[in-house]
DNA sequence: CTGCAGGGGTAAA
DNA sequence: TTTACCCCTGCA
C-alpha cells in the first residue's frame, strides 16, 4: 500500500455529483472541501475538481492511474456519445445538460450485485449504512489520512455470517437474499468470472436472474454499473417509469404503464446507447424533483 | 404524539 | 397479476 497521485488535465464529461450522484454507486461520501472519498478494491480514494483537473490521491496497492482509468471508464469518448443521443429529441438533450458530466463507472461485480440486491425497495442513505456496516463487520481496515476505511468483503469473508447477523445489521428481508447469494457464489453454482468473459448479454442476464435477490431491474443495474458494461440495457425503476411516461407516454396512471411498452420504446430510441440515456434521464428527472 | 404511506423490487401465492 | 416484506423517514 503506498500514497500516490495523479492528475488528468484536459479531461471533458467529469463532473463529481453527476458521477456520484446519479444513484450507480453507494460507497463515495463528500467532503467539506467538495471533493469525494470512497473505497475502489482494496484502495481509498479521493477525487478533487480543481481548475478543470481532476486531482486522485490515494492509498493503494496497484498503480493508482491505471485503477482510476479503468474504473472512471476514462478511454471512453462520452462526447461522442452524448452527440448521438442528444439528437434522439429536444428533452433528452436537455437531460444531457443537466447531467453532462456523467461517467457510467465499472465497478467491481461481486460488490455490484450485493449492492442492488440491498437496493431492492430501499431508499439510497439507508442503502449506504447497510453497505458500510457489512464493510466495517467484515471487510478489511485501511488507514489514510488518520481516518479508518473499510474494504467491501469478499464472497470468502461473508462466508461464515449467519442470516441473523445480516439482519442486525438492518438488512432486514434482504439477509436471506445475500446470504443465498453469497453461497451460490462460493459455491461457483454461478462463476463470476465466467460470467465476465461471456459475450452474450442474454446470457449474462439469465445467470443473474438466477441469484436470490436479483430480478429484472437490479439485474440491469449490475450489467450496466459494473465491469460487466453493457450500455443496451435500461434499468426500469419508479423514475424511469415517471419520466418516459411524462415524455413519451402520457398515460395519466404512471402505475399502469407496462414496462414492455417502456423497454420498447428505450430500443427505438436509444438503441444500444439506452443505459446511458437511462442515467441522463433519471438524474434530470430525479434532481429537477418535477 | 401516533399512524401510515412509500422508498431506485423481488419472490411467492 | 397481486401482495407481503424490513426498516426508516416524512408528513398528516
Keep these: 500500500m503506498k500514497k500516490?497521485?495523479?492528475?488528468?488535465?484536459?479531461?471533458?464529461?467529469?463532473?463529481?455529483?453527476?458521477?456520484?450522484?446519479?444513484?450507480?454507486?453507494?460507497?463515495?461520501?463528500?467532503?467539506?472541501?467538495g471533493s469525494y472519498t470512497g473505497v475502489i478494491k482494496q484502495g481509498v480514494i479521493n477525487v478533487k475538481k480543481q481548475n478543470q483537473k481532476i486531482i486522485f490521491?490515494?492509498?493503494?496497492?496497484?498503480?493508482?492511474k491505471d485503477i482510476v482509468t479503468d474504473y472512471f471508464d476514462l478511454n471512453r469518448d462520452y462526447e461522442k456519445i452524448k452527440m448521438q443521443l442528444s439528437k434522439?429529441?429536444?428533452?433528452?438533450?436537455?437531460?444531457?445538460?443537466?447531467?453532462?458530466?456523467?461517467?457510467i463507472l465499472n465497478q467491481d461485480l461481486w460488490e455490484t450485485i450485493i449492492?442492488?440486491?440491498?437496493?431492492?425497495?430501499?431508499?439510497?442513505?439507508?442503502?449506504?449504512?447497510?453497505?458500510?456496516?457489512l464493510s466495517k463487520n467484515f471487510g478489511k481496515e485501511i488507514i489514510w489520512n488518520n481516518e479508518k476505511y473499510y474494504t467491501f468483503p469478499t464472497p470468502e469473508e461473508l462466508k461464515n455470517v449467519t442470516i441473523?447477523?445480516?439482519?442486525?445489521?438492518?438488512l432486514g428481508f434482504r439477509d436471506v437474499r445475500l446470504y443465498e447469494t453469497t453461497h451460490v457464489v462460493l459455491d461457483k453454482k454461478i462463476d463470476l468470472e465466467n460470467l465476465q468473459?461471456?459475450?452474450?448479454?442474454i446470457l449474462?442476464?439469465?445467470?443473474?436472474?438466477?441469484?436470490?435477490?436479483?430480478?429484472?431491474?437490479?439485474?440491469?443495474?449490475?450489467?450496466?454499473?459494473?465491469?460487466?458494461?453493457?450500455?443496451?440495457?435500461?434499468?426500469?425503476?419508479?423514475?424511469?417509469?415517471?419520466?418516459?411516461?411524462?415524455?413519451y407516454i402520457k398515460n395519466p396512471d404512471e402505475t399502469k404503464v407496462n414496462k414492455k411498452q417502456i423497454e420498447k420504446i428505450a430500443q427505438e430510441k436509444f438503441g444500444n446507447l439506452a443505459g446511458l440515456a437511462q442515467q441522463y434521464l433519471f438524474y434530470w428527472r430525479r434532481e429537477e424533483g418535477a
Design 164 to 170: 441473523q447477523e445480516y439482519r442486525k445489521l438492518g
Design 4 to 33: 500516490q497521485k495523479y492528475i488528468l488535465e484536459n479531461c471533458n464529461s467529469f463532473e463529481l455529483a453527476h458521477i456520484f450522484e446519479c444513484g450507480q454507486c453507494f460507497r463515495w461520501n463528500k467532503q467539506i472541501d
Design 57 to 64: 490521491t490515494g492509498m493503494c496497492e496497484d498503480n493508482l
Design 88 to 103: 434522439v429529441d429536444e428533452n433528452v438533450n436537455l437531460s444531457i445538460k443537466y447531467g453532462n458530466g456523467i461517467r
Design 197 to 201: 468473459k461471456e459475450k452474450d448479454t
Design 115 to 133: 449492492s442492488f440486491i440491498i437496493s431492492a425497495n430501499n431508499n439510497i442513505p439507508r442503502i449506504k449504512g447497510i453497505i458500510e456496516r
Design 204 to 247: 449474462v442476464r439469465e445467470e443473474l436472474l438466477k441469484l436470490s435477490g436479483v430480478g429484472p431491474k437490479v439485474a440491469d443495474c449490475i450489467l450496466l454499473f459494473s465491469t460487466l458494461k453493457r450500455f443496451e440495457v435500461f434499468p426500469i425503476d419508479v423514475w424511469v417509469r415517471r419520466v418516459i411516461n411524462d415524455l
